[in-house]
C-alpha cells in the first residue's frame, strides 16, 4: 500500500513539472545496514522528501549557495589582497643616457627626461629598507655601474607607503655580476616607504604557488601567477660563471620584469626574477623562467650595502 501511494505521488509530481524524485543509493546503506532495515529507510526517507512538496506553491525552496564559488571567490580575493600589499615594495628602473654631462647637480634634483636624454633600458626592483636601498639585478644597471663617461643615469619609480608615486634618481651602491645582484640607493627623506618582506628558498617545494611583479616592456605593476616549476637550477651569470641554485618557474617573467621580486601566497619574496628562455626570433617567454632564490639574495646584499663588492672581491 505504501509503495503504490510512493508511485502515484511520483506519478503526480512529474506530470505537474515538479522535482524529479531524487535517485536514491542505497548502496552506501546496504553495506553498513541490514536490507530490512535498508528498505524502510528509503520508503520513510522518500516519503518524508515528497510531503516537502505541498508547500512549492507557497514557499520557494531555498538552494544554498555552492561551495565550491565561495571557494573560488576567498581565492581571488587572497591575491588581490597580496598584490595590493607587495606592490607597493616594487620599483620601475628606467636607464638613462644623457646626451652631456650637466653642468651641475645637486642632491635632489630629479633627472628630467627630453631631447637630450633617451632611455636605453627598464627594468624592476624592490625596496630592501627603510632608508632606500633598492635590489635589482646587476644586468639591468650595468651600464650605471661601470660608467665611465658620466653620462648614464638611473631612474627609480616608487610608491610611498600612503600609494603616492613619486620617482628620485638611483645612485650605485654595490653590484656583483656573479650572482647578477646590484643595489641603487634612492633619497627618500620625508618619505615613508614600505620594505619588502623577505622570506627562505631553502623550504620551497616544486608545485607551490608563486607570484612575480614588475614592469615588463614597460607597464608597470605587472602580476603574473605560476608554481615553482623546479629547484635547483643553473643559468649563466653576466660574468661568464653560473649561478647555481636558481628557482624556475612559470609565472611569466618578460623584458623589464628583471630585478622585480617572486613571491609566495604569504607575500614574502622567495627570488629575484633574472632571467627567461625565450623562443628564437620573438622575445617572447616560453614558460621557462628563472629566480635567484632568496637566501642567495640574504646572503649577498648586505655585503653590497656595506662595501660595495661581495665578500669573495675583498680578499
Known amino acids: 500500500m505504501v509503495l503504490s501511494s510512493v508511485r502515484e505521488m511520483a506519478l503526480f509530481s512529474l506530470q505537474n513539472n515538479l522535482f524529479p524524485l531524487p535517485m536514491l543509493n542505497t548502496t552506501f546503506s546496504t553495506k553498513t545496514l541490514p536490507s530490512v532495515t535498508t528498505r524502510r529507510t528509503t520508503i520513510f526517507g522518500s516519503s ?15 538552494l544554498p549557495q555552492l561551495l565550491p564559488d565561495d571557494e573560488l571567490q576567498q581565492q581571488e580575493d587572497r591575491v588581490v589582497q597580496l598584490f595590493q600589499d607587495t606592490s607597493l615594495s616594487v620599483v620601475f628602473i628606467k636607464d638613462i643616457e644623457l ?7 645637486s642632491k635632489g634634483v630629479v633627472l ?9 633600458g627598464t627594468g624592476s626592483g624592490f625596496i ?9 639585478n646587476y644586468h639591468v644597471v650595468s651600464k650605471l655601474a661601470t660608467d665611465t ?21 638611483g645612485k650605485i651602491i654595490g653590484f656583483d655580476p656573479a650572482y647578477d645582484l646590484a ?3 634612492v633619497d627618500v627623506d620625508g618619505c615613508e616607504i614600505k620594505p619588502a618582506n623577505l622570506g ?20 608597470e605593476n605587472t602580476l603574473t601567477t605560476g608554481v615553482v616549476s623546479g629547484l635547483g637550477r643553473e643559468i649563466p651569470s653576466p660574468n661568464g660563471g653560473a649561478i647555481r641554485g636558481a628557482i624556475q618557474t612559470d609565472a611569466a617573467i618578460n623584458a623589464g620584469n628583471s630585478g622585480g621580486p617572486l613571491i609566495n601566497s604569504y607575500g614574502r619574496v622567495i627570488g629575484v626574477n633574472t632571467a627567461t628562455f625565450t623562443k628564437k626570433g620573438t622575445g617572447m617567454s ?29 680578499f
Open 48 to 62: 518524508l522528501f515528497l510531503l516537502n512538496f505541498a508547500n512549492l506553491n507557497s514557499t520557494p525552496l531555498a
Open 99 to 105: 646626451a652631456k654631462v650637466p653642468e651641475s647637480f
Open 112 to 120: 628630467n627626461e627630453d631631447e637630450d636624454a633617451k632611455v636605453e
Open 128 to 136: 630592501w629598507d627603510k632608508f632606500g636601498h633598492i635590489v635589482t
Open 149 to 169: 663617461s658620466g653620462l648614464q643615469r638611473c631612474k627609480v619609480f616608487l610608491v610611498d607607503a600612503k600609494g603616492n608615486s613619486f620617482y628620485r634618481e
Open 183 to 185: 643595489v641603487l640607493k
Open 200 to 219: 627562505q628558498s631553502n623550504n620551497l617545494r616544486v608545485g607551490q604557488s608563486c607570484f612575480a611583479i614588475g614592469n615588463p616592456y614597460g607597464y
Open 286 to 314: 616560453s614558460g621557462v623562467n628563472f629566480a635567484i632564490p632568496i637566501d642567495t639574495v640574504v646572503r649577498t646584499v648586505p655585503y653590497l650595502i656595506v662595501y660595495g663588492t661581495p665578500y669573495s672581491n675583498r
